[in-house]
């Protein structure tokens, strides 16, 4: 990446390497694909609600999505988010294992590379892993001890908060990194692009010439966080 934020990789050379980032969800996946290194496509594909509501079938929809789109770009490489080891939801951990299946399946059939890769890990790796952050577990500190009793509920929200705001810094990095425009208007809004802004980031944390997110500091963010309260 140069001094203006556009992006630059590793990649170089006649060889063509042609990669899918993927952020998987029986809903909605947000998919980037990188050709020789540079951002080439980016989307999402999304069930409309006059689809079929039964998970299985969401997942049938997202294998064909997955499986024509690596057909259509000749894929070489899959780099695709990890479940996480701990999740508190029976059915999710259960939807996402069995979309993990389906691209180890699809994988397979069609002779690409997928490595799955573990959600700190590739936050981590381009900086933006706030809620695993020194700066983060400092606030906890300070409000444990100055709320006493209240403590609890004061932790809950700023959890929800920390954990909501990773999204938009993983949407503001892919804006920077790449001069996209991808949208994050509040934690709720149906109109947020984190899916994609999500796809992009996790295949560029493996291949990219990465440089951590700097456009705003840890510490900023928390004690913003810690003033709502």
């Not at 998970?55 to 499986?67: E, L, Q």
């Not at 939807?95 to 699809?106: E, H, N, T």
Request: aromatic share 10%.
């Amino acid at each position: 990446m140069d001094e203006s934020g556009i992006a630059s990789s590793r990649f170089g050379g006649d060889i063509m390497d042609i990669i899918l980032g993927l952020d998987m969800s029986s809903q909605k996946s947000g998919y980037a694909l990188f050709i020789n290194g540079k951002l080439s496509d980016y989307g999402l594909w999304e069930l409309s609600h006059n689809e079929e509501a039964d998970w299985r079938n969401r997942i049938a929809y997202m294998a064909d999505c997955v499986a024509q789109y690596c057909v259509d770009n000749n894929v070489q490489q899959i780099y695709v988010e990890d479940v996480p080891p701990t999740i508190e939801n029976s059915q999710t951990v259960k939807v996402l294992s069995a979309l993990q299946g389906m691209l180890i399946a699809c994988a397979t059939l069609h002779d690409i590379r997928i490595d799955f890769i573990p959600v700190k890990a590739w936050k981590s790796k381009i900086g933006i892993n706030l809620v695993s952050s020194k700066a983060n577990n400092a606030c906890k500190k300070r409000i444990k001890e100055s709320f006493g009793k209240n403590a609890s509920k004061n932790l809950t929200k700023v959890k929800g908060w920390t954990k909501a705001w990773e999204k938009k810094l993983s949407v503001d990095y892919a804006n920077y990194t790449f001069g996209l425009d991808l949208m994050y208007k509040s934690p709720t809004s149906k109109f947020n692009q984190d899916d994609i802004a999500d796809s992009i980031n996790i295949a560029w944390s493996q291949i990219g010439d990465v440089r951590e997110y700097n456009l705003e500091t840890f510490e900023d963010i928390m004690n913003r966080f810690y003033d709502l309260l």
